[in-house]
């Protein structure tokens, strides 16, 4: 397997030690979770997201691993105010050599039901927010010539669901974005990566207000380790992009060999699920 720049792999498990992490969205779910696997991985790991109380928990953890490892609260939809997080963070850390993207949002509501301001809230806080992020962080992986760029996208960026159009553009936006950030940084030793889940559970994405309850069956729905160990995998090999679960990826071959097939396949399968 290859070695990502910045980390190396023994007995197949990638260690980190020396390296320093940032994860946003890090105070539930698969940020939290990510957060604990990269500091038990042996990185430093700085965690954000706005609540400092679940982040106090989580970094509580992460110590047990990476005892300097530290916290930043920031509301991330405030886009202004990122450059000035990233400065913090990289005087405090000495530079990022790995930065996860994962706060965000949901947005399920079908599209007749959808208002302007939803569609901007969803872009802002999955795509403008840690491209922003990304943008500043950028300089200082290249000036030391090595980073990992993760984007924790979604299925939906690929496979359009029912009644979740922004959230699926926001990250299909996202997905876009980091195909040719991959391809613009060729040769500068930074990396990026995307990873695409499924159904995760554990996580407040399905119990937030101001979202129709899910059409998916949840019952499926897979533990944030498995997107945790997507990642390392990800940064330890120097792949671009994994699905949680891997099967997915030949769901969104099947739809680019016929699309047509594809979106009548998903009306019929919401029509199912939506049937009383
Ligand atoms: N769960 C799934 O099935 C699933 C599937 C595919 C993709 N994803 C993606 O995985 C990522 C994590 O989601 P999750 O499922 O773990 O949900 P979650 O438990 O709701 O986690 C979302 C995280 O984002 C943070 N966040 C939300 N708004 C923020 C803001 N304005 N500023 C800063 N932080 C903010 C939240 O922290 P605070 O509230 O403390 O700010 C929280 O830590 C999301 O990008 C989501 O789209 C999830």
């Known amino acids: 397997m290859p070695v990502g720049p910045g980390c190396v792999t023994l007995g197949g498990m ?7 992490a940032l994860v946003t969205g890090a105070s539930s779910g698969i940020g939290a979770v990510v957060a604990e696997a990269l500091a038990a991985a042996g990185a430093r790991v700085g965690v954000v997201a706005r609540r400092k109380d679940r982040l106090e928990q989580v970094l509580a953890r992460c110590r047990e691993h990476a005892p300097d490892s530290a916290l930043w ?19 405090e850390f000495g530079g990022v050599d790995i930065l996860v993207n994962n706060a965000g949002m949901p947005k399920r509501r079908r599209v007749q039901d959808l208002s302007p301001a939803e569609t901007e809230d969803v872009m802002r806080l999955n795509y403008l ?12 992986m290249i000036r030391r010539g090595r ?10 960026a690929r496979l359009g669901p029912p009644h979740e159009a922004a ?44 979202n129709e309850e899910p059409i998916s069956d949840l019952s499926d729905a897979l533990p944030p ?37 594809f979106v009548d396949g998903v009306k019929e399968w919401t029509r199912d699920r939506l049937q009383p």
């Open 225 to 261: 380790r498995e997107v945790a160990d997507a990642i390392l995998d990800l940064v330890g090999s120097g792949g671009f992009e994994r699905y949680v679960p891997g099967w997915f990826s030949e769901m969104a071959s099947g739809k680019a060999a016929d699309v047509d097939a």
């Open 147 to 156: 980073g990992h760029l993760v984007a924790v996208g979604s299925v939906a």
């Open 14 to 20: 990638v260690t980190l030690t020396g390296r320093s």
């Open 73 to 91: 609260t920031a509301d991330l939809a405030e886009l202004d105010a990122i450059p000035d997080l990233a400065a913090a963070v990289e005087r």
């Open 167 to 210: 959230y699926a553009a926001s990250k299909a936006a996202l997905t876009a974005f980091w195909e040719s950030l991959a391809v613009d940084l060729d040769g500068t030793g930074v990396r990026a990566h995307v990873v695409q889940p499924a159904l995760i559970a554990g996580t407040e994405l399905f119990t937030l207000p101001g």
């Open 129 to 140: 927010s840690p491209v922003r992020l990304t943008l500043a962080l950028l300089p200082g």
